[in-house]
């Protein structure tokens, strides 16, 4: 859906793969434990941002107004969040 980069990986990113797991649409793979996208399926949800453990994930398409927040649903875990991403 998008032919520009959206997001950027700093340094402080751990290679987890939590982004790769949350990622509904799959846009997401891990290099040398490095985050690569492919937004040709990218619905820009910012599950990858929202869910990063390190905060590492940000957005590079727009200025952040608060580039340190994260937003995740209180009565939804992360696990269910990637259990659900695993339905077909």
Do not use: W
């Not at 929202?50 to 107004?65: D, G, M, T, Y």
Request: proline share 8%; hydrophobic share 30%; net charge positive.
């Amino acid at each position: 859906m998008y032919s520009f980069p959206l997001y950027g990986v700093n340094e402080d990113c751990i290679g987890c793969g939590t982004c790769t797991r949350v990622c509904p649409r799959g846009c997401i793979r891990l290099e040398d434990g490095r985050p690569v996208y492919d937004y040709t399926d990218c619905i820009n949800c910012m599950a990858c941002a929202h869910a990063c453990p390190k905060i590492a994930i940000k957005l590079i398409c727009v200025k952040e107004p608060n580039p340190n927040a994260r937003y995740c649903n209180p009565n939804i875990t992360l696990a269910e969040l990637i259990q659900a991403n695993r339905q077909n």
